[in-house]
């Protein structure tokens, strides 16, 4: 049988170069990596090292495109716009997109790629990047500060998301005209006029039904415009019947009567419709807020009446810090 020399070599070359099996006593086989074994800094005959670089290498899952062995990872959050730097000074896969292992001086690791789209990862701040690297690395070393992504949050800064715009006039949504207390106050006793968007809600008996609040008319918290509304909790206005008369009075101080220290009477108002939240629930209490609307404009320039500001935007008030007792 004649030998072809030439294909023998190059078959074996071949072999040496790349991936080649060889059967064992057990009859198991195993994977030796040849001459790129040094390069990926990992065994040539495929015997586990103490690492077990070799089995994390070879070794694949069958379900799904992640690797068996694949190291943890710690994820920090850089500002937008710089570049993730592998620590040991090479291009960095996270930001390239690819995985690979490569053996520097003296040091072996693998810095991973960012998690697939199927792994549940906390993002950034909208101002911050995620920069990924191998958890067995101590980033302190080589002088970076690892912010995990649920730190960053934690720390960052909270920005109300809109500017208010008062509308200039001669009296501005939650303010009050008066002074100072009037005297012969007791502790804790309001003056009149001290809370002026305040007011009440009484029945035809003028039997108290609920306190309510003067709004502006709309949420550009313009005074010079007239209003007809007043807010209140949804759920006060169940005693209601159905021919119940619902009246608003405003800048009230003394409900039993015009007594001193007031200097100018209250004035009423008829509910001519009731707005209530479409998802209000009685027994939860949730959603509990109504908009009444009134016969006719109320009047601003009555010294102990205005208008409560409404928010310019949905997250004014989304800010929630610890007090001590709870969040707030």
Same mark, same amino acid.
């Given at each position: 049988?004649?030998?072809?020399? #030439?294909?023998?070599?190059? /078959?074996?070359?071949?072999? &040496?170069?790349?991936? *080649?099996?060889? $059967?064992?006593?057990?009859? =198991?086989?195993?994977?030796?990596?040849?001459?790129?074994?040094?390069?990926?800094?990992?065994?040539?005959?495929?015997?586990?090292?103490?690492?077990?670089?070799?089995?994390?290498?070879?070794?694949?899952?069958?379900?799904?495109?992640?690797?068996?062995?694949?190291?943890?990872?710690?994820?920090?959050?850089?500002?937008?716009?710089?570049?993730?730097?592998?620590?040991?000074?090479?291009?960095?896969?996270?930001?390239?997109?690819?995985?690979?292992?490569?053996?520097?001086?003296?040091?072996?690791?693998?810095?991973?790629?960012?998690?697939?789209? #199927?792994?549940?990862?906390? /993002?950034?701040?909208?101002? &911050?990047?995620?920069? *990924?690297?191998? $958890?067995?690395?101590?980033? =302190?070393?080589?002088?970076?500060?690892?912010?995990?992504?649920?730190?960053?949050?934690?720390?960052?800064?909270?920005?109300?998301?809109?500017?208010?715009?008062?509308?200039?006039?001669?009296?501005?949504?939650?303010?009050?005209?008066?002074?100072?207390?009037?005297?012969?106050?007791?502790?804790?006793?309001?003056?009149?006029?001290?809370?002026?968007?305040?007011?009440?809600?009484?029945?035809?008996?003028?039997?108290?039904?609920?306190?309510?609040?003067?709004?502006?008319?709309?949420?550009?918290?313009?005074?010079?415009?007239?209003?007809?509304?007043?807010?209140?909790?949804?759920?006060?206005?169940?005693?209601?019947?159905?021919?119940?008369?619902?009246?608003?009075?405003?800048?009230?101080?003394?409900?039993?009567?015009?007594?001193?220290?007031?200097?100018?009477?209250?004035?009423?108002?008829?509910?001519?419709?009731?707005?209530?939240?479409?998802?209000?629930?009685?027994?939860?209490?949730?959603?509990?807020?109504?908009?009444?609307?009134?016969?006719?404009?109320?009047?601003?320039?009555?010294?102990?009446?205005?208008?409560?500001?409404?928010?310019?935007?949905?997250?004014?008030?989304?800010?929630?810090?610890?007090?001590?007792?709870?969040?707030?």
């Amino acid at each position: 049988m004649k030998v072809d020399l #030439l294909a023998l070599s190059t /078959s074996l070359a071949m072999c &040496q170069l790349l991936v *080649c099996t060889t $059967a064992q006593d057990t009859g =198991s086989i195993k994977t030796r990596l040849g001459l790129l074994a040094s390069d990926l800094g990992l065994d040539p005959t495929a015997e586990s090292s103490s690492s077990g670089q070799s089995s994390d290498f070879t070794d694949a899952s069958s379900t799904g495109n992640e690797l068996s062995g694949r190291s943890p990872q710690q994820c920090c959050c850089e500002p937008l716009g710089t570049q993730c730097e592998e620590p040991f000074g090479g291009s960095d896969l996270v930001g390239s997109g690819l995985i690979g292992a490569r053996k520097k001086p003296r040091v072996n690791t693998r810095i991973v790629n960012r998690p697939s789209t #199927l792994e549940k990862v906390q /993002s950034c701040p909208a101002s &911050q990047q995620t920069c *990924c690297y191998d $958890a067995s690395i101590d980033l =302190s070393v080589f002088g970076k500060t690892c912010l995990n992504p649920q730190q960053a949050l934690q720390n960052l800064p909270w920005t109300q998301g809109c500017q208010e715009s008062q509308p200039q006039g001669s009296k501005q949504c939650g303010t009050r005209n008066y002074n100072r207390p009037v005297s012969g106050l007791t502790h804790g006793q309001a003056s009149p006029g001290d809370f002026p968007w305040t007011c009440l809600l009484l029945n035809q008996n003028n039997d108290f039904v609920g306190s309510c609040a003067i709004i502006p008319n709309d949420f550009s918290n313009n005074n010079n415009a007239p209003t007809r509304k007043v807010i209140t909790a949804a759920h006060k206005l169940k005693v209601l019947g159905e021919t119940d008369l619902l009246k608003v009075r405003a800048g009230e101080y003394d409900a039993s009567g015009f007594n001193d220290p007031e200097a100018q009477n209250h004035e009423e108002y008829t509910v001519t419709r009731i707005l209530k939240h479409p998802q209000m629930s009685n027994s939860r209490l949730s959603n509990d807020i109504a908009i009444l609307y009134v016969d006719r404009d109320i009047n601003l320039n009555h010294p102990y009446v205005n208008t409560a500001c409404l928010p310019s935007c949905e997250n004014q008030f989304d800010y929630q810090f610890s007090n001590g007792t709870g969040v707030r």
